[in-house]
């Protein structure tokens, strides 16, 4: 059993790149992916979300991929010519006007426009060259095995809870059917007193029998209680299952529920009605632990 809840992360680097990933996942109905990743990444969008469904089948996904380029090969200057060409000539002009040392002036002109970005620059590539994708799936896997093993570890504790509200629940189910007999007695008792009532104290047994086993049918627990038997036998095989499980579970707790509820509108007993409480209780308990398995 995994839960959504993880974190990973990882950090990568060669001649060229560094990149430093980190993954962290909550529980989601769906398997949703959001990825804030830098522009030379793009290209490798797709393989990075195919590698997250190979690994993660539910929850909310986000990644976060930073690349820094640590390589004076990736760096190349820029000259914004559009701007140098018209101040120089300017002036050149303006020197030649005043006689003054062209060679000298230009050159000692053109140290101070150097150190402003405004004419020229070093920026990085914006090609990444043949290195960066295996460097970066590689890193993502890194990370990823991480979420893996934090989901993993908190799967385990959330099955030992689980089975033991599982372990509670059969014992609470094993006293209510034990109170079978005192729901049909609750309703003979009712009947003939209704029934003396109605008719004094002349009543026909067969017509009181036939009546009762009409009424003790649609009062029956039974079948509720032989079904949640089998649903606690098929919960304890989904807490065992290595593979997703939390939709199966949350079907499964939906259909216990409502077992659970029909017992409780069949009966006005106080022993049952306090079972039944009982029982709700732990399947809610149950509810909000699996709404974070995968």
């Known amino acids: 059993?995994?839960?959504?809840?993880?974190?990973?992360?990882?950090?990568?680097?060669?001649?060229?790149?560094?990149?430093?990933?980190?993954?962290?996942?909550?529980?989601?109905?769906?398997?949703?992916?959001?990825?804030?990743?830098p522009k030379e990444a793009n290209p490798y969008e797709m393989a990075i979300r195919q590698l997250i469904k190979a690994n993660l089948q539910r929850g909310r996904i986000e990644a976060y991929v930073n690349v820094k380029q640590i390589s004076s090969s990736t760096k190349e200057v820029c000259v914004h010519w559009e701007?140098?060409?018209?101040?120089?000539?300017?002036?050149?002009?303006?020197?030649?006007?005043?006689?003054?040392?062209?060679?000298?002036?230009?050159?000692?002109?053109?140290?101070?426009?150097?150190?402003?970005?405004?004419?020229?620059?070093?920026?990085?590539k914006q090609e990444v060259d043949e290195t960066f994708g295996e460097l970066l799936l590689q890193t993502f896997e890194a990370a990823l095995a991480q979420v893996l093993a934090s989901r993993s570890s908190e799967g385990d504790k959330i099955q030992q809870v689980l089975t033991d509200y599982t372990v509670e629940f059969e014992a609470v189910l094993k006293q209510l059917a034990k109170l079978s007999e005192l729901f049909e007695a609750e309703y003979r008792d009712r009947f003939e007193a209704k029934l003396k009532d109605w008719l004094g104290a002349q009543v026909d047994e067969t017509r009181l029998l036939t009546e009762m086993a009409i009424l003790l049918e649609k009062g029956d627990i039974h079948e509720e209680l032989d079904r949640l038997v089998m649903h606690g036998q098929k919960l304890h095989c989904l807490l065992t299952e290595t593979a997703p499980v939390g939709r199966e579970l949350d079907f499964l707790l939906q259909e216990m529920n409502r077992e659970v509820n029909t017992i409780g509108s069949k009966s006005t007993?106080?022993?049952?009605?306090?079972?039944?409480?009982?029982l709700k209780t732990i399947l809610e308990k149950i509810r909000e632990q699996i709404q974070n398995v995968e």
């Open 1 to 37: 059993m995994k839960s959504m809840t993880g974190f990973g992360k990882a950090a990568n680097q060669n001649d060229t790149y560094q990149i430093d990933i980190e993954v962290k996942t909550v529980n989601q109905r769906f398997l949703d992916m959001q990825l804030r990743i």
């Open 83 to 124: 701007l140098l060409d018209p101040l120089l000539n300017e002036i050149q002009q303006h020197m030649a006007q005043t006689k003054l040392s062209i060679a000298f002036n230009t050159a000692h002109t053109l140290n101070h426009l150097l150190e402003r970005a405004d004419f020229i620059e070093v920026i990085e």
């Open 269 to 278: 007993a106080i022993e049952i009605k306090n079972k039944v409480v009982q």
